[in-house]
């Protein structure tokens, strides 16, 4: 079983850069295939990026984040970070970390929702303008 908490959600400005963190506890957190998603009010969830374990960690992002947007992993500390900059008021969203043990996927199925049995509870980020 895997549990997934994330931090560093918080208020900003337009332009500024925020890190988020997911602390993952359980065993074999580098087999992990880990993503973050984001859900504005009255939105459906969207994915944001994914860190692919059985590819090195390589990551991908969604069109509307890449070259913003980064991740990283910390498989010794079972941590993920994605670090946010120049932030839109359309960045304003709850941000979850899922977490899924489903390897040699394509990207695009990583970048659905269904993949993942892993949730977070969520982190507040909203970007005032």
């Known amino acids: 079983q895997v549990q997934l908490v994330e931090t560093g ?4 400005q337009a332009g500024d850069s925020l890190r988020l963190a997911c602390a993952a506890s359980g065993d074999a957190f580098s087999f992990l295939t880990m993503a973050w998603f984001r859900q504005a009010p009255g939105k459906e969830r969207e994915f944001v ?8 960690g390589r990551t991908f992002f969604a069109d509307s984040v890449k070259g ?4 990283s992993r910390d498989n010794a500390k079972k941590m993920l970070y994605l ?4 932030l839109k008021p ?3 969203a709850a941000y979850y970390c899922a977490a899924t043990t489903k390897s040699y996927f394509s990207d695009t199925y990583y970048s659905q929702i269904r993949p993942y049995d892993y ?3 969520g982190t507040q980020v909203t970007v005032s303008s």
């Open 68 to 71: 913003r947007f980064t991740m």
């Open 83 to 86: 670090q946010m900059s120049s």
């Open 90 to 92: 359309e960045d304003t």
């Open 9 to 12: 959600g918080g208020l900003v």
């Open 49 to 56: 990026g994914a860190s692919i374990s059985w590819s090195s």
């Open 119 to 121: 949730w977070g509870q």
